[in-house]
């Protein structure tokens, strides 16, 4: 998966300060007994093939993996059911060469937010009339203990910048 590129532009007439980001938070939590005898199927539809060399057929990594998912969608507000939201593999965990866990996401996640609308209490010009936000960055923090694994998800959205030239004052023509 690759991260979409969605460009911003400023608007003449308006400062360059930042429109006001959108922090989205979710979590889960998981039985890791849920995860202790799966079927190469269900492994196979929820993580893909390094997800599993990460979780090295662990119970508690799988779980915590499969709760990073949950605790995702669930800060898009969204859930996690293909044709109405995001699907499994649209979300993937990865490990950082410290092994700290984060997010890697794909076009479906762009596209996905495209569509959603979340409350907005700004009067800023410069975003778009119908707010819309792309996934700037994610932030992902895992850990399982006594049975249970949890994941805690931290989302940065940010607004797409209105590109109509006639906002801010001046129109050309």
Known sequence: MTPRETQTLHTPGIPLTPPPLLIRCGCDLVAISRLENPRDRLLNRLFDQEELDLCG?????LAAFYAAKEAFAKALGCGLMAAKGLAFKDIAIRKTDQGAPYYVWGDRVEDLLAQLSFPQDSADPRLLDEPRYRLGSASLSLSHEAGLAMAFAVLCLEPL????TTRGGRKDG
């Not at 910048?161 to 109509?164: E, L, Q, S, V």
């Open 161 to 164: 910048i209105a590109t109509d």
């Open 57 to 61: 057929g662990r119970p508690a990594s």
